[in-house]
């Protein structure tokens, strides 16, 4: 996947593109100052993450919806999804609040980086396999504290309409805490329903490039299917390709 896969919806009027952009940008900059409330400590503090989320994705013109198997509420699950945008941070977090293992120079980036440093990201070096082994045991630290972890163990972004496989390593934070995994499958739509690539975040685009297109669009809708609860087993290979198998179509029951 690269700049190519990316494509918008159907032409319309340049005026009202620009004016729907405008207004979304100006809703993302009023959310953006609430930001702080994330990081208060409070009573139903996951639900205040969620509805955040929810609100963020709202002023950006994408709305969730969910399919498959209903979330359970158990202590220290491993959440793992396909990757394609930055979207999908808020896209998971609006209906699964938990910490995110994230690209490292994810928490620099403006406006983002507040909100994924208050979820409690885990920064991960992708390019640098010395560097897996502690993010794989700050997972695990975190799943026996009961915690929720959300990682995309694809390695990278796709456009959606295609995606990568399932790298093994973050599956052993699972084996180590005996921690189950839960696979989500994250599909973008326009709101007739085609596939969209809007949202896509590939090769070398750039955050407001993102934001730009993403907002100008009529209208996203972001589906998380959700899969069947995989237990750790005592293969991180086996366990990764049995989450991937949950996430194709017809493997959420």
Known sequence: CDERCVGGGHPESPVLTAIRTMSRIFAVAAVLCALPMLAVP?????????????????????????????????????????????????????????????????????????????MGVIPIERRSLRKLPPVVDAVTGRLLEGRTVVAFPEGTTFCGKHNGTFRPAVFQASIDSGRPAQPVRLTYRHRDGRPSTVTAFLGEDSLWASVKRITAARGTVVELAVGSLQLPGSSRRDLAARCQAALRPGGTS
Not at 44 to 66: A, E, K
Request: aromatic share 6%; proline share 8%; charged share 15%.
């Open 42 to 118: 409070m009573p139903g503090r996951t639900g205040v993450q969620r509805g955040y989320c929810r609100l963020m994705l709202r002023c950006i013109g994408v709305r969730v919806s969910q399919t498959g198997n209903p979330i359970r509420n158990l202590p220290g699950v491993l959440v793992v999804s396909n990757h394609t945008s930055w979207v999908d941070v808020f896209a998971i977090g609006a209906v699964v609040p938990g910490s995110f293992v994230a690209r490292a120079d994810l928490v620099d980036w403006p406006a983002i980086g507040p909100a994924v440093r208050m």
